[in-house]
């Protein structure tokens, strides 16, 4: 029998107890005491009595195989790029999201398109039927996918044990408890427990893990920020959810770039992998509206054009209305305020509404200008021609400044088949420009192409 000792801490000062107190005596705070293990029987490698016999000594780094790092193909070119190429094995990876994004339709499209290895996909939030009504919906086929319903860490390990799985799907992190600790399900002690046993796990046995964890509403992953150190790679799936689109990004990761990312959409029959986003997020126009401009933009190492809708109108109320879906608010702001200040036009007593196109959020500052086109443009009531796009941004003294990438902005413009891109007179453009069917036009100030838009 192993001895297993915990002990109690505050998380904000570190006094320990060997209860669990309300308020720390030390430092005052209230409800920072959190249960930790401080002493187990470390020198077997045992997970609830699954024992892993391998005891590492030390090698020299010229002859460790980085044969056994070849990485698993997932059969999702998305999830691959993200991850880095493949799945690492031996390798911890996290997805968190918000509920309903469609973190368990991920992963479960993962565990029935991988065919040749053995799969686990641990549910403790739904029931196996409820799991296979899901695969039914994705409808790919896959018999050799194991489901099991357990959220004792215990339990599960004994499985482990007698099923011996190539890859682990863990849904939800949140859900799992261990029998060594008191504290219920979900609490941070629970939380960081399970994943540290999880986590020798993979790195005994070289399993990879999938976890599935939560976000609070605050966006941070639940358990503050423990789990992001403990696992190699973070992966967040974002989007709004009353749009199909998602987008996964990777926030942490050991064996690969933070920039990837890999875009999807929700359809009736699962996720389906989104290779040219710009096709998808430009919507359909047959007669030019005023109000609406292109923006050619970058999201981590992927260009894409999107569309920003504004509508100005005059101000119902004494107080003019500023609102924005899927660009700071602050920012539309300071841009109505440098259009006000440097280049005269009245915006103070109108409403202005932004919007981006797709239920997208892009913090991007090179939409700037696309953004102030677009007011304009609702303002005056003008129409801009559906084959120009712009890629500015724009600094507070109404100049148009360079946006970064810019070749790779330009190409996809070109891709697209768009006759005009606008970008700053200081974007240094090294390569030829001749290769593009695009006109470039280099633009200094709001002026400059204010004239020649609306004039
Ligand atoms: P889910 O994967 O359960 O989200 P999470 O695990 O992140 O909480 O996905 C939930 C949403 O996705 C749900 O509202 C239904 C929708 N959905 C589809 O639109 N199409 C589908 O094929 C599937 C499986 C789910
Ligand atoms: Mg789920």
Known sequence: MSKIKTMFYCQNCGAQSSKWIGKCPACGEWNTYVEEVIQRDDDKNELHGFVIDSIAKPELIGEISVDSEKRINTFDDELNRVLGGGIVPGSLVLVGGEPGIGKSTLLLQVALNIKKIKVLYITGEESAQQIKMRADRIGIKNNDCLILTETSTKNIFSQIEIIKPDLLIVDSIQTLHTDIIESSAGSISQIRECASELQKFSKLTNTPVFLIGHITKDGNLAGPKILEHMVDTVLQFEGDRNY????????????????????????????????????????????????????????????????????????????????????????????????????????????????????????????????????????????????????????????????????????????????????????????????????????????????????
């Open 244 to 455: 199909g689109f998602r987008i996964l990004r990777s926030v942490k990761n050991r064996f690969g770039s933070t920039s990837e990312l890999g875009i999807y959409e929700m359809q009736n029959t699962g996720l389906r992998q989104v290779t040219n986003p710009s096709e998808v997020l430009i919507s359909e126009r047959d007669e030019n509206v005023s109000g609406v401009s292109i923006a050619s933009t970058m999201e981590g190492m992927r260009s894409m054009l999107i569309e920003v809708q504004a509508l100005v109108s005059t101000a119902a109320y004494g107080t003019p209305q500023r609102s924005s879906t899927g660009f700071d608010t602050r920012r539309l702001n300071m841009l109505l305020a440098v259009l006000e200040k440097r280049c005269g036009f009245k915006l103070g007593t109108k409403d202005v509404f932004l919007n981006i196109a797709g239920g997208i959020k892009v913090d991007d500052p090179a939409i700037d200008l696309a953004v102030i086109i677009a007011i304009l443009s609702s303002n005056l009531d003008i129409s801009i021609e559906n084959n120009f796009c712009f890629a500015a941004e724009i600094g507070l003294s109404g100049e148009i400044r360079p946006a970064s990438n810019i070749e790779q902005r330009i190409s996809e413009a070109d891709k697209l088949g768009f006759k005009k891109i606008f970008i700053s007179k200081y974007n240094k453009i090294t390569s030829g420009t001749k290769n593009y069917n695009i006109e470039i036009c280099l633009v200094k100030k709001i002026e400059d192409i204010f004239k020649f838009l609306f004039l």
